[in-house]
């Protein structure tokens, strides 16, 4: 028999295979069931148009079958089968369309710069793939409308033949011969086992159209055995191992909503029902399902280095990535699901989805989708989308600091803060909606937690005067506003700030309190830079301002992350001249200005502990208390 010789690049693919370099090697089951599954397309199609071919949809199946003994995987079709010369032609050379992009890639990269696993791993190799894991492959073909059938055989590089055979019906088996276990345990064995290759069908070709079946041992109940006492004895069934249609591919109006909450609890590692499932059908400049999920629950690694985002990537029902990044942006990366396109080629690699025009439009039309529920929960459903906000709002945030600009558009309308005057969460919208006629900024008080923040007396005046404030209990919002500047053409203020816009109160007679005040500033030195008599403060006695340079937060901020430099905020300390603690002060500063020096230093101390600034000397601090028992 004439033994014919691989074609150079193939030879070169092949040799890569019988190396067998690419770690994913089980990737080539997907590959051959792919391989019949076209094969049956093809003959399907022929028979639509030809109803002398007398076969339906119904009579194709894809059947698997394993012998141990002879240590074979073989996967068998009745689609369109092949002639000797396109056994010769098509199992030859690499000649057809994934292969093709290998070949591209083969003639443009230099063997130095390019990584030959990696380009494995880039294209779906198809037939050759068998190679990782047989050390020979029988191909018995008939073509249709054809009375002959043909083996190819090949046991690698060496090159191939092709003989007469004898096949009852049209289409192909492929006959793995599959290697003796290397090093690691059950490395090959496992492809001759049931339950593994089972396992491969659901990951890779769950939803191919055509039946795929293999025989599987199940226990079936003996005679005379009772509930008490079960025996069971093993019984083999041709089952179909793959579901078929997927999902997604049903109308959503056919699918019981615990269907899809099954399927996500089944496939996403998340024991917990999805808050919201969106199941999503295309059919124009680019056609493509989707079934999206929102999870109920940030996953436990979500804002850590391990956390792995990422969609489920079809083309047409065939797995091509597990987690693709690109579907989705940052801010949407807690969505799971997958997406089954027809226009995309079963062969694309890493690098070609970033340009992958086809995938673009998709993720894009993703977004738009994701956000566009987002906004109907919000208008909907107000309590589910602070829901949602508890779990996932720190990464819109988090996504809004990143890039400045285009995020902001996107993600400012989605972002809750806690208002004051409604007692729970606003958007920025609502606050703009609820601002008062003379009002210039939108407030914000930051803090550790809400009941610490409404007692700052900074607050107090705006809350007297009707205004609304933000209050910032989480790190990150200070960061949103700093970074947003404004909303809606209205900057953002802190109560901490020296100028909060607000009309001139009614000018007190400064004379009256300039003793006082001066008196303070000669005890307090350069404590402080100022001493003001204050216009906010109601109830507290004292409070300091920033003015506008550096704020208290910044000063913080920047010590925490150990800044070299010292920054540090202006110190103004503001005066309720109208509080009983400057009418002691004043009262006393002639008769005992020395007990009056002490009220100062106990304002000044108030004043830092309520500015959240640590007090000089704590324990100083609780002696001069002491002393004016
Ligand atoms: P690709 O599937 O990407 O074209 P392959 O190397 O997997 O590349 O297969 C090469 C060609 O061999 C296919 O294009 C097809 O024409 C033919 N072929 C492979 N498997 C079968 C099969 N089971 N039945 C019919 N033709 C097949």
Redesign the pocket.
Known sequence: MEKKEFKAESRRLLDLMVNSIYTNKEIFLR??I???S???D?LCLMALTDPSIGLRRSDFEIDLAIDKEKRTLT?S?N????SAE??E???GT???????GFREQLKTETPENASEADIIGQF??????AFMVSDRID?V?RKYGETEAHRWSSGGADGFTIEPAQRGTQ??D?IMHIRPDGEEKDEYSRYVREYPVYKLVKKYSDYVRFPIKMLLPRPKEMEGSTPEDPKFEEEWVFETLNSMVPLWKRRKTEVEPEEYDRFYTENFDDKNVPQKVLPISVDGKVSYDALLYIPSKAPEDYYSDEFRPGLALYSSGILIMERCEELLPDYFNFVRGVVDSPDLS??ISREMLQHDRQLKLIGEHLEKKVKGELEKMLKDDRKAYERFFKNFGRQLKLCALEDYGAKQEQLQDLLLFWSSTEKGLTLLSEYVSRMKPDQKYIYYASGDTIEAIDRLPQTEVLKDGGYEILYFSDKMDEFVADMFRKYADKPFRSVLDGDLGLAPAEKKDEALYKEGLDFIKKTLGEKVDEVVSSSRLKSHPVCLSSGDGITFEMERYFKAVGQDMPVKAKRILEVNTDHAAFAAIDRTMTANPDKAAKYCEVLYNQALLIAGLPIEDPSAYTDLLCSLW
Do not use: R
Request: proline share 0%; net charge negative; charged share 10%.
């Open positions: 590959e051959i792919s391989n019949a076209d094969a049956i093809k996967v079709d689609g369109i089968g092949m396109e056994l032609q098509n199992l690499i000649a057809f369309s994934g292969s093709a779906g190799v198809g037939f050759y793939s191909v073909s289409g192909t492929v079963l062969n």
